[in-house]
Nanobody
């Protein structure tokens, strides 16, 4: 699986962005997907994950109610809607995939993911 993230940019606090991640291959629906982020000088951290069908989602506590993960298995896409952005959301955002078929699970651990996109920069200014 090859992943290509896009949609980042420079925004002001309070703005919204939608990140996209395009996946290659015809078995996209057999993969759980996740979003991670890495702020300057910090370790990469989990943001959100979605199960193969999209029925299950999980978020890190700091983004609950603010970010929304979704997927389109026809288009081989996963999205991360970022609302009410604040300075602490500035980071490079990465999408990731792991083969989980036939389980319908979300995955939180960075070490659990096998495939990674190249990252897209989100910069929030005041």
């Amino acid at each position: 699986v090859q992943l290509q993230a896009s949609g980042g940019g420079m925004v002001q606090a309070g703005d919204s962005l939608r990140l996209s991640c395009a996946a290659s291959g015809h078995t996209f629906s057999r993969y759980s997907m996740g979003w991670f982020r890495q702020a300057p000088g910090k370790e990469r951290e989990f943001v959100a994950s979605i199960s193969r069908s999209g029925r299950s989602t999980v978020y890190t506590d700091s983004v609950k109610g603010q970010f929304t993960i979704s997927r389109d298995n026809v288009k081989n896409m996963v999205y991360l809607q970022l609302n009410s952005l604040n300075l602490e959301d500035t980071a490079v955002y990465y999408c990731a995939a792991v083969f989980t078929y036939p389980r319908e699970v979300t995955m939180r651990g960075l070490w659990e993911y096998v495939y990674w996109g190249q990252g897209t920069q989100v910069t929030v200014s005041s």
